[in-house]
């Protein structure tokens, strides 16, 4: 954002206008695309956006190191925004303190068995052992996933891959999914998104009421903080 | 334009927490991510006040609201990788897709069945079962 002087900033204009323009068509096809659950997941303005700019990209002979510094301004917003998260939880901090251990024994769980399970897959699969420590962190949100990630010998960009696609995954499938198996209740439904995927099922749960943002926004900060402590400590 | 002025305002302090406590955590040399300190010094500013200022508030729900787009920048550096999956499509698969949507369950199942038995008149006083409104 500093470096506007250092770069064409007239092509940074134009890539801001263009990402936030194919972000709101993809959001509004996603409601208009609602009568088509069965395929809905699929359209997530996240998944359309990020296609439809790595395309634009490629016509327009832009690199990704590039575009990331043209829209600088909206990875700056990142930041603001995470912070935002303490309204919700604020606002929904009493029912929180209510529930104590019924919330923390769920993110404990989601917090071992996320990265058990794919390590397993991994593991079985027969991967090269910076894959299998890299996906350990897959449940965290991205900046401390980068740092547990490179403290246990992983590979810190790859760390950021893997944790967005599982946030995708869960931001995407996660409310079809619990209406698949019957998990109704907003604050588990929240529990569950913010423990497993990260900040990306956190937004999600956004869309679904401040009950769930509050709890997606608990269990992330507190699988984040607990899983980027204990990682370095079993496998530094 | 008083709610663009609000917005702004709000916008503002939300972004001086955030870049402060991303200096003062590189100033210690502390291994935390900025972010969270935020919300701790957010959330306990608030704890204080008792009540959410209109201006964080305002701009607080509307950054909420669009959170996917900043990530969108991140992304698109999947493109970067695309040797990688291709050499292990079928594992990655496993550890990445189906072992998401196995922990989403699990826990979700789990929330629920501990929530449930504590005080479903509580939790539940969000109309729900709610449609999802947004797409994000």
Redesign the interface.
């Given at each position: 954002m500093l470096l506007l002087n250092d770069i064409d900033w007239l092509a940074s204009l134009l890539w801001l206008i263009v990402?936030?323009t194919i972000?709101f068509g993809?959001?509004h096809l996603?409601?208009v695309a609602?009568p088509l659950w069965f395929i809905q997941p699929v359209l997530?303005?996240?998944i359309v956006?990020?296609l439809l700019?790595?395309l634009l990209?490629a016509l327009a002979n832009t690199s990704?190191s590039e575009?990331?510094s043209y829209?600088?301004l909206?990875?700056a917003?990142?930041?603001?925004?995470?912070?935002?998260?303490?309204?919700?939880?604020?606002?929904q901090?009493s029912?929180l303190m209510?529930?104590s251990w019924?919330?923390l024994?769920?993110?404990s769980?989601?917090g071992v068995?996320?990265p058990a399970?794919?390590?397993t897959?991994?593991y079985l699969?027969?991967?090269p052992l910076n894959?299998q420590m890299t996906?350990l962190v897959?449940?965290i949100?991205?900046?401390?996933a980068m740092?547990a990630a490179g403290a246990i010998g992983g590979i810190p960009?790859?760390a950021?891959?893997?944790v967005?696609?599982?946030?995708?995954?869960?931001?995407t499938?996660?409310?079809a999914?619990?209406?698949l198996?019957g998990?109704?209740?907003?604050?588990?439904?929240g529990?569950?998104?913010g423990?497993?995927?990260h900040?990306?099922g956190?937004?999600?749960a956004?869309?679904?009421?401040?009950?769930c943002?509050a709890f997606a926004?608990l269990a992330l900060?507190i699988n984040?903080?607990a899983t980027?402590l204990i990682l370095p400590i079993l496998f530094g | 334009m008083i709610k663009l002025n609000q917005f702004l305002t709000g916008l503002f302090f939300l972004s001086v927490l955030f870049f402060a406590a991303k200096h003062w955590l590189l100033q210690l040399d502390i291994n935390i991510p900025p972010a969270l300190l935020g919300i701790a010094v957010l959330f306990f500013s608030l704890v204080l006040m008792k009540s959410v200022p209109k201006v964080i508030s305002n701009a607080a729900s509307s950054l909420l609201a669009h959170m996917s787009l900043f990530f969108i920048p991140a992304i698109v550096a999947i493109v970067n990788f695309t040797d990688l999956i291709v050499a292990f499509p079928v594992a990655l698969f496993f550890s990445i897709v189906v072992s998401t949507l196995i922990s989403l369950a699990i826990t979700g199942w789990l929330s629920q069945q501990l929530m449930h038995r504590f005080d479903i008149t509580n939790v539940s006083s969000d109309k729900q079962p709610k449609p999802p409104s947004k797409g994000n």
């Open positions: 990402t936030v972000y993809a959001l996603y409601k609602r997530h303005p996240l956006s990020t700019i790595i990209q990704v575009y990331q829209t600088n909206l990875s917003l990142l930041g603001p925004a995470t912070v935002a998260l303490a309204v919700p939880l604020y606002k901090f029912i209510k529930m019924r919330v024994v769920p993110i769980v989601a068995l996320s399970l794919s390590w897959c991994l699969l027969d991967t894959l996906i897959k449940s949100t991205t900046p401390l740092d960009s790859l950021a891959v893997f967005i696609i599982t946030g995708i995954v869960g931001a499938c996660g409310p999914l619990f209406m198996i998990v109704h209740n907003q604050a588990a439904q529990t569950a998104l423990a497993v995927s900040a990306l956190t937004a999600r956004i869309s679904i009421g401040e009950q943002t926004t900060c984040g903080i980027s | -």
